[in-house]
Every structure is written in C-alpha cells, then in structure tokens.
C-alpha cells in the first residue's frame, strides 16, 4: 500500500467499491423483505375476508356458523387455507354463543389478525401482535 505525507494508508479503491456494493446490497434486502411482509399482510387480511364470506354463505344453508375444515369440506374454502406453506395460519374457532372467531397468525411475521360475524379484519388484540396502539383495532 501506498503511503501518504502524513504517514496514512491509502485506502484502495477496491475496498471501496466492495463497502459500495454491500450497502446497496443490504439495502436491497430490507426493501425486498418489507415488500414481503405487506404482501403477506394484505393475504391474511384477505384471506379472512374469505373465510367471512364463506361463513356467510354457511349460515344461509346451515343456520350456523362453520369450522375451518366444514368451510372446505363443503367446498366454500380452498385447501390452502390449511396449507403449512403459507405466510400465515388460519383457523376458527366456535364460540358458544352461536359466533365465531377466525384468526390469522403469522407464521414468523409481524401482526396477527382476526375477525367474527361483524366481517371486520381486525389486528390481534395482543398488542406483541399488532402496531403499536392499534391492537383489537379494524385493519385500513
């Protein structure tokens, strides 16, 4: 390496352009796994409007509510919603007072979601599993 006046190295232009590179490449990462989660996000969210909607239907033939397996079993819900591959899990719960609770949790993610009879997506009322101050709170 070269010396200076000063008594410094000079620092190579190659070592340079590797810390360019890196920075951008981890920049690019953060962007790409933010991108991720949104995508996810709007899934789960969307994947309980679904689920609302094949409740609906449910109840209309059956004057009750569903499991997550009858939603499928009588074809109101694809087999994914099971699927150990996806972003998130699903489920429903029964309650006893004739209503459901069908929920969303992520498999790793960020926020958490669920929704009943009203067809609200709403985020976890677990404020670990939601943004702060908007735990329980309807998803915009």
Do not use: K
């Amino acid at each position: 390496m070269e010396r200076h006046a000063g008594g410094g190295r000079a620092t190579s232009p190659l070592l340079i352009g590797v810390g360019v590179v890196a920075l951008a490449a981890a920049v690019a990462v953060a962007g790409v796994v933010r991108s991720r989660q949104a995508r996810n996000e709007s899934e789960a969210a969307a994947g309980l409007q679904a689920i609302n909607a094949a409740q609906n239907v449910y109840v209309m033939a059956h004057d009750e509510f569903a499991t997550l397996q009858q939603l499928i079993e009588d074809g109101l819900l694809e087999d994914a919603f099971q699927a150990a591959e996806s972003a998130y899990d699903y489920s429903v719960t029964l309650q006893g007072d004739g209503d459901y609770v069908a929920t969303a949790e992520a498999a790793g993610g960020r926020y958490d979601y669920y929704s009943t009879s009203d067809y609200v997506v709403r985020y976890s009322a677990d404020p670990d599993r939601a943004p702060t101050g908007r735990a329980g709170q309807p998803v915009r």
